[in-house]
């Protein structure tokens, strides 16, 4: 039994078999990227266990990637494999294995996001780049905000949000990845409260650029027994702040990127950029800042292709803001990788088996037949 | 053997694919910040519109063409530069006009960037000379998305603000911004 | 062997002529340097690019004009230069729309002819501008581009206007404060270098009515008006030959109309302007000897400057290489190449194989050297755009030909390395007539290690895939010619095992190196970006091919078949992928590519199968 199941996973067939589906996802997850941005194919057909073409599920990149783990594992308890002969092979293979095992813990432990800051500034969260959540947030007191912060996962029609802080209870109405606000012409429907009183919150096509959407949601408010009880609606990036008071108790509401915060902060000194000259191509940019820890700063340079690494963070410098005073605002990218270094160790490993297997193989393959 | 490959079969699944809700809540405390939530109250546009058309002269560039604008334009040119052509507008407003800081920031929306505070509008203009007094030039640059931007003069004049607005990219700005300086310097009036 | 070691002799004759000027200490009208598109390079290159931009050439062909001598002929007549026709429309519908005359065989019109249209279609123009890239139709792009070059035309005309001899005064006053004799033509540039003497007489036609001028006044007042006429050319700013002040961090070079903004004029500047207006003038009047002087004196004010030491000696390799066509000719001998090898079939197997070879082997020298310049010329690995990968990638197969057919002498090498090459050399020339080659890099891809490891890696993948495809193609031929020629082909399979293997190590590594390079640079080691998909496409097929051949899933026929697959693949990644984004619609070199990368995925497909079934059906009438 054993030896049979270790036969059928291990074969070269499902092997093939896999490849040739990784193959086919390649392509169309290439070619939606046109249509649909890479972002959106990226979820849709790499990051996913299975996608649908109309009715029919199919396999997605998780579950193609994770058969080709059991396959190259299982190919490890086979006996006749371990020969002198192929040990070359049996490096390379242990490579492979190393390199998808990585693949698998950034998939399902890494982060990625972005830190804004202005020069003279200092910063200690880091924004997620798609994920959104929805922040409730206390701000009767004089020296805290309270916080009550709801993920995107749970912004699913009809899903009830409670939470013993607040003095209410959210239901989620819709939830949208890209939206846009009409002015309302004439008056709104009674029980529309803030924005939805003035302007209707409507679902747009999605951006092939995920970076230029604006995610929008509208949920309902209860158990407040007062006029404050209705349908709110709040699109992100909105410039004037939604509140509501309950129980004298006054609340932000806001849809925001979700927010890390850091155990230090980052403080930007001066932002510096160097273009080649007379174009409009960067030739290089760098932000002076400080790392600032328990209160105690310490200078550091961080360069395209030189980044910071803090605390299992990695933070890169992706980009910039220049506003018309000469202000500027530099843009770190900040990723939190568990899988990070099993590439590195993975291409050494498969390196030094296939120079190995080379150099047992090779000789006979050019030999010149005169 | 069989028992435990199926174990961790189960348990890779799960992990993947993670069952806990309560994951998604936080709840947390952070110092104070300051959510802009004393905003001023939006000063109410005036509604008086002036009857007579004052006639304006200038010194019109070779280059800059006549185009048909909006019929609230009191003139408009097309402007062509090295790689595209902006659109320039002339619109008289009675008159405070809504005010400097509105109009300014609504041109700030025009090309996505944020408002500005009344503070701020001394540092990010120059003032310059025409023949009917000092004008204000604003240039408003969306670093972000260069094909959106927009260099504009106001230029009060007792009874109306005259707004010479140019819209183009952020090249068209940097190309044509002593241009447009020299033009609104030479506006005059003829009657 | 004689015949072989002739041609680099032959070669080495033609290079010592061609290259006098590349050793000269004088600093030649073609040298001057010019800051465009980042960089510091030759007048000459910015000629060929504004002529090519234009004209559709580097050269004026239908008068026999270099650009330079276009681009200063422009310079020193413009009125001539604004109705020559050298502005090349094809479109008819943008034609018919500047409201200018179509005929099916001349399609040239110049800058007076044009211009009136474009200015009444400006509004039009303005509203395509609005419109993204990708959703201009066909027409559309055109009168973009066509608008483009001619507002850039306007502006090269313009630049120099400054320093033109076209203002005189008669009052004998008056030319001596301007310091010049009466009547004498002197330039914009020169009367603003006596800008203060020009002030001091002006007070009185600034102060009186005009009534109470004098003569001498009226003759001030006109050149103050035509001088402000002439200041209207201002806008002209894109010939920046001036090297900034010692001062200024931004290390940008101006041009000449920048100078009169009010600006103070440092000495290394007022030298390079009086020896440029020396120059023109001398141009004007045929006069060689005083062309000559006025470029000494032109050098001695860019020696002047101290800032950035300007490398006279790259300026001059790169005029050089600009006339040398170093790839062109190295095209022609690999063509050469491959037809003697045909001849060799019938006739003299053994001497014209041996010919063919030293031609392929010309051919690499010029390819080889062209690599070289470039590198010295941008001081950085020549792999960094898609052009320069395709030349590398062709440099690559064959040095590796070269040595095959060193080692086999069957022809074998001659036949891979002179087909591979030419067909490179011919998509690099496509590339070529899009724009100037030397570009200068965006910040991620500035850093030199990275891209020497992984973009060689990749291209040594690509090139060694083609590889083992040609391979493919040729085990296939002679399934069908000699089936029964078990030797032979076996060790053509060996071969391209063999080739396979090693493509496989370089694309393998070569993706996961980019994948660290990205790691490193931005904290992401796959992004799933077209880019890297069609990397891993490659991996994937080949790795599939290898491993169904070695579990017995597929038998050497059918592996040749893959790997002539497999070029397909190569040829989507190394190019498709960049459709992806331009967009599959968009006119010109875009659509040029995508035409020929269908045409080439049809010839594979058609040519591998084709071979593939037709060697099955005679295997089973052999047996």
Known sequence: ????????????????????????????????????????????????????????????????????????????????????????????????????????????????????????????????????????????????????????????????????????????????????????????????????????LIEIDRDTDDMKNRPGIIFQVSGTFSDVDGVYGLIFGQSVPATINVNSNQYVMALQKKKTYLPFAIELEDFKKVMHPGTEVAKSYSSKINLVENNIPRPVLIEMNKPLRHEGYTFYQASFIESPNGEETTVLAAVHNYGRLFPYISSIIMSIGLLMHMLVNMPALFKKKK | MKIFQTISFVLFFLLLSGCDKNRHIQSYRTPKKDFGLQLEAPQPSSKTRSSDVTNLTWELPDSWIPSTGHSMRLASFDIPFSDGVGDLSIVSLGGASGGLL??????????????????????????????????????????????????????????????????????????????????CASIGNSS | MRYVLKYPLFMLLLFSSLSNDLFAKELLITDIPIQEGGRIKPLDTYARNQSLAFYGKRKIKHEKLESIDWLLNLFTHPEKGLDQQVFNIRNPEVVNALELEWTNNFHR??????????????????????????????????????????????????????????????????????????????????????????????????????????????????????????????????????????????????????????????????????????????????????????LKAYKAGLLSYSGDRIDFSVLSKERWLNKAKLFTNSLVFYIIGFILLGISWMIKPDLLRKIAFGSLGVGFILHTYGIYLRMVIMSRPPIST???????????????????????????????????????????????????????????????????????????????????????????????????????????????????????????????????????????????????????????????????????????????????????????????????????????FASGIAVNIILFTVFELVTGFGTYYWARSRKKLAV
């Open chain 3, 386 to 588: 898609l052009y320069e990968t395709v030349i590398f990638v062709g440099f690559v197969i064959v040095l590796v030909s070269l040595v095959i057919e060193y080692l086999r002498q069957d022809g074998l090498g001659v036949f891979i390395g002179s087909i591979s090459g030419a067909m490179l050399h011919y998509v690099g020339f496509g590339y070529a007539a899009d724009g100037d080659t030397l570009e200068m890099l965006v910040a991620v891809l500035n850093s030199n290690f990275w891209l020497a490891t992984h973009v060689t890696t990749i291209i040594l993948g690509y090139g060694t895939s083609l590889m083992a495809g040609l391979i493919g193609h040729l085990y296939l031929i002679e399934k069908i010619r000699v089936p029964k020629d078990s030797v032979r082909l076996k060790s053509i399979y060996n071969n391209m095992f063999g080739v396979t293997l090693i493509a496989l190590f370089f694309t393998l590594f070569g993706t996961i190196l980019g994948g660290i390079w990205a790691d490193q640079s931005w904290g992401r080691f796959w992004g799933w970006d077209p880019k890297e998909n069609g990397a891993l496409l490659i991996v994937l097929w080949q790795l599939m091919m290898v491993h169904m051949r070695l579990s017995g899933l597929a038998k050497p026929d059918k592996f040749a078949l893959g790997m002539v697959l497999n070029n397909i693949v190569v040829i989507m990644a190394w190019f498709g992928v960049n459709l992806l984004s331009i967009g599959l619609h968009s006119y010109g």
């Open chain 1, 1 to 200: 039994m054993k030896r049979e199941l270790i036969r059928i996973c291990s074969s070269p067939k499902l092997f093939v078999y896999s490849l040739v589906w990784l193959m086919v996802l390649v392509t169309v997850g290439t070619v939606a990227q046109k249509d649909i941005g890479l972002y959106a194919s990226q979820q849709k057909y790499f990051s996913s266990y299975f996608f649908f073409i109309g009715p029919l599920p199919l396999p997605g990149g998780r579950v193609v990637l994770a058969l080709m783990l059991i396959n190259l594992v299982s190919m490890m308890f086979k006996q006749n494999l371990w020969k002198m002969k192929k040990i070359g092979v049996i490096v390379v293979h242990l490579g492979g294995i190393m390199l998808l095992v990585g693949a698998g813990l950034t998939a399902v432990f890494s982060s990625e996001g972005s830190m804004v800051i202005e020069e003279g500034s200092k910063s200690n969260t880091i924004d997620d780049y798609h994920i959104t959540e929805l922040a409730i947030i206390n701000v009767s007191d004089s020296n805290y905000d309270q916080y009550t912060v709801f993920g995107q996962p749970l912004f699913k029609s009809g899903n009830n949000l409670m939470h013993g802080d607040l003095d209410f209870d959210i239901t989620i109405l819709d939830y949208m990845d890209n939206a846009t606000l009409e002015p309302i012409q004439g008056s709104s429907s009674i029980g529309f409260k803030g924005m939805l009183k003035n302007f209707n």
């Open chain 2, 102 to 183: 509105a109009n300014v920031n609504r041109w700030r929306g025009q090309v996505n960037l944020s408002p500005i505070s009344e503070s701020e509008i001394l540092n990010v203009s120059t003032v310059g000379e025409s023949k009917m007094g000092p004008f204000r030039i604003f240039k408003m640059i969306n670093d972000v998305d260069t094909s959106n931007a927009i260099i504009a003069a106001v230029l009060p004049t007792g009874q109306k603000t005259f707004f010479i607005k140019l819209t183009t990219t952020k090249k068209g700005v940097i190309e044509l911004q002593s241009v447009f300086e020299k033009f």
């Open chain 3, 109 to 294: 019109y110049s800058y007076n002819e044009i211009f009136p249209g474009v200015e009444k279609q400006l509004t039009l123009i303005r509203n395509i501008f609005e419109k993204k890239e990708e959703d201009r139709d066909v027409f559309e792009s055109q009168m973009i581009e066509v608008y483009q070059n001619v507002m850039k035309f306007r502006e090269i005309v313009s630049s120099l206007s400054c320093l033109l001899p076209l203002f005189t005064v008669q009052s004998p006053e008056a030319a001596q404060y301007l310091h010049i004799e009466p009547g004498q033509l002197t330039s914009y540039a020169h009367i603003m270098s006596h800008r203060e003497s020009l002030f001091g007489i002006s007070q009185g036609v600034l102060t009186k009515p005009e009534s109470e001028w004098s003569n001498t006044e009226r003759e001030i007042a006109l050149l103050l008006y035509n001088l402000q006429q002439a200041s209207s050319d201002e806008f002209a700013k894109s010939l920046k030959i001036i090297p900034p002040s010692e001062n200024d961090s931004t290390g940008l070079w101006i041009s000449p109309w920048e100078l009169f903004d009010g600006r103070t004029i440092e000495p290394h500047q007022d030298k390079i302007i009086k020896a440029l207006e020396s120059y023109l003038v001398a141009r004007f009047e045929g006069d060689e000897k005083s062309q000559g002087s006025a």
